[in-house]
């Protein structure tokens, strides 16, 4: 049974940094792509980052490129996000998702979630 | 940027009738289209994915059609546990960059 379960968030004041972590279980980590969706109170979804299996691949929504880095562990099935310059738009519900793969391969849709953690950002 | 449109934003009808929620994008996606559903203080789940697949598990008064630029979820009966927010999402061909509908509520009539 897939298991992902995030860990890190909290206060942090405009301008500071967060890391995030997502311990995943229940699978082959390091088999699939896997990324992070966030949701701002009351809002809808909105995709952050993926980071492919082997690590080779990434890809950053507009909104957070330049400021955040997603990295993974495979070696101990955990996921990460590094947050720097943090806006109080940033606030929100992130969500470490993972990546559905079908007989074709990488999918690029989101078949298994976490709980999520909150981020908080405010002075 | 792919821009996904759903309609309407809120959608109240009654167990037992049929549902028909909307997803519009702002160029071609092709089938690159999948629908979550969303209950309060939950994690959305993987309801249907290339346009008309259902995910494993999702019971089949739940499917989806379209392809190109309008797409359409169906649930053809509704129960009581369906009432909830539901998002379309694409992938761009590539790189493969993902964008989000801004929702539907289905609320109980």
């Known amino acids: 049974q897939v298991h992902l379960v995030e860990s890190g968030g909290g206060l942090v004041r405009p301008g500071g940094s967060l890391r995030l972590s997502c311990a995943a279980s229940?699978?082959?980590?390091?088999?699939?792509?896997i990324g992070w969706v966030r949701q701002a109170p009351g809002k809808g979804l909105e995709w952050v980052s993926y980071?492919?299996?082997?690590?080779?691949?990434?890809s950053y929504a507009d909104s957070v490129k330049g400021r955040f880095t997603i990295s993974r562990d495979n070696a101990r099935n955990q996921l990460f996000l590094q947050m720097n310059s943090l806006r109080a738009d940033d606030t929100a519900l992130y969500y470490c998702?993972?990546?559905?793969?079908?007989?074709?391969?990488?999918?690029?849709?989101?078949?298994?979630w976490g709980q999520g953690t909150l981020v908080t950002v405010s002075s | 940027e792919v821009v996904l449109t759903q309609s309407p934003a809120t959608l109240s009808l009654s167990p037992g009738e049929r549902a028909t929620l909307s997803c519009r994008a702002s160029?071609?996606?092709?089938?690159?289209l999948a629908w979550y559903q969303q209950k309060p203080g939950r994690a959305p789940r993987l309801l249907i994915y290339e346009a008309s697949n259902r995910a494993a598990g999702i019971p089949v008064r739940f499917s989806g059609s379209g392809s190109g630029t309008d797409f359409t979820l169906t649930i053809s009966s509704l129960e009581p546990e369906d009432f909830a927010v539901y998002y379309c999402?694409?992938?761009?061909?590539?790189?493969?960059?993902?964008?989000f509908g801004q929702g539907t509520r289905l609320e109980i009539k």
């Open positions: 998702a993972r990546v559905f793969m079908s007989l074709r391969g990488v999918e690029y849709y989101f078949d298994n």
């Open positions: 160029q071609s996606v092709s089938d690159y």
């Open positions: 980071i492919s299996g082997a690590r080779n691949i990434v």
């Open positions: 229940g699978f082959t980590f390091s088999d699939y792509y």
């Open positions: 999402q694409q992938r761009s061909n590539w790189p493969p960059l993902i964008t």
